[in-house]
Antibody
Framework: QVQLQESGPGLVKPSQTLSLTCTVS??????????WSWIRQHPGKGLEWIGY???????YYNPSLKSRVTISVDTSKNQFSLKLSSVTAADTAVYYC?????????????WGQGTLVTVSS | DIQMTQSPSSLSASVGDRVTITCQAS??????LNWYQQKPGKAPKLLIY???NLETGVPSRFSGSGSGTDFTFTISSLQPEDIATYYC?????????FGQGTKLEIK
C-alpha cells in the first residue's frame, strides 16, 4: 500500500518561498504510470489543486498559481517537491501530496496526512 | 475552470436516514466526477470515482449517479462514522476542481 508523507517548514515569512517535500513509501515513483499532485486547503475552506508531476518530470500547474509554482521529482530519494514563491498570508493552508489512479492522474486515490503551512512574519 | 456547485452546504440527519447530496458542473463533464469524504483533521478519502464506481473497501451504503452536469451522492443508511464533509471533484478538464463541500452532521 503506497503511503505519502509531507514535510517542510510550518512557518514561512511573507515574500519568501514555501518548500515542501513528499516522501513516498510502498511504491516507487520511477516505476511510472502515476501522476503525483499537490493540493491545498485553506483553513476551514475547500480544496484547491496546485499541480502535478509525472515520474518523467513533465508537469502541469494550475493556471491560478502557475507563475509561482515549481514541482520537481527526485526518483533516487522517491520524493517529489513543491516550491511556491512570493508567498502571502493567502497561501496559509494545509498542503497535501497525493497520487492519482494509474488510468487517471487526477482521481486522487492516495493522500498524505497534510501539513499546515502558515505565512506570517 | 469548471465550477462545481454542491448542495446543500450543510446537512443534519439521523442515524439510519437516507442522505443525498447533489453536485452540478458548470459544463458537461460526462462521468468524470469523483466523491471524497473528509473527516476533521484528516486528508480526504476517495469514495466514488467516475460518478458511480465504488472505491475498493468503501461500504456499499455509499453510491453515486449522474452524468453530464448533474450528479448525486447517496448514503443509503447514515451511520455515526459517516459524519464528515463530502466533496465532489471533476477531472474532465485541467485543472481539476472541487465543490465547496457538504458538511454532514448527526441530528
Amino acid at each position: 500500500q503506497v503511503q505519502l508523507q509531507e514535510s517542510g517548514p510550518g512557518l514561512v515569512k511573507p515574500s519568501q518561498t514555501l518548500s515542501l517535500t513528499c516522501t513516498v513509501s510502498g511504491g516507487s515513483i520511477s516505476s511510472g504510470g502515476y501522476y503525483w499532485s499537490w493540493i491545498r486547503q485553506h483553513p476551514g475552506k475547500g480544496l484547491e489543486w496546485i499541480g502535478y508531476i509525472y515520474y518523467s518530470g513533465s508537469t502541469y500547474y494550475n493556471p491560478s498559481l502557475k507563475s509561482r509554482v515549481t514541482i520537481s521529482v527526485d526518483t533516487s530519494k522517491n520524493q517529489f517537491s513543491l516550491k511556491l514563491s512570493s508567498v502571502t498570508a493567502a497561501d496559509t493552508a494545509v498542503y497535501y501530496c497525493a497520487r492519482g489512479l494509474a488510468v487517471a492522474g487526477t482521481i486522487f486515490q492516495h493522500w498524505g496526512q497534510g501539513t499546515l503551512v502558515t505565512v506570517s512574519s | 475552470d469548471i465550477q462545481m456547485t454542491q448542495s446543500p452546504s450543510s446537512l443534519s440527519a439521523s442515524v439510519g436516514d437516507r442522505v443525498t447530496i447533489t453536485c452540478q458542473a458548470s459544463q458537461d463533464i460526462s462521468n468524470y466526477l469523483n466523491w471524497y469524504q473528509q473527516k476533521p483533521g484528516k486528508a480526504p478519502k476517495l469514495l466514488i470515482y467516475d460518478a458511480s464506481n465504488l472505491e475498493t473497501g468503501v461500504p456499499s451504503r455509499f453510491s453515486g449517479s449522474g452524468s453530464g452536469t448533474d450528479f448525486t451522492f447517496t448514503i443509503s443508511s447514515l451511520q455515526p462514522e459517516d459524519i464528515a464533509t463530502y466533496y465532489c471533484q471533476q477531472y474532465d478538464n485541467l485543472p481539476p476542481t472541487f465543490g465547496q463541500g457538504t458538511k454532514l452532521e448527526i441530528k
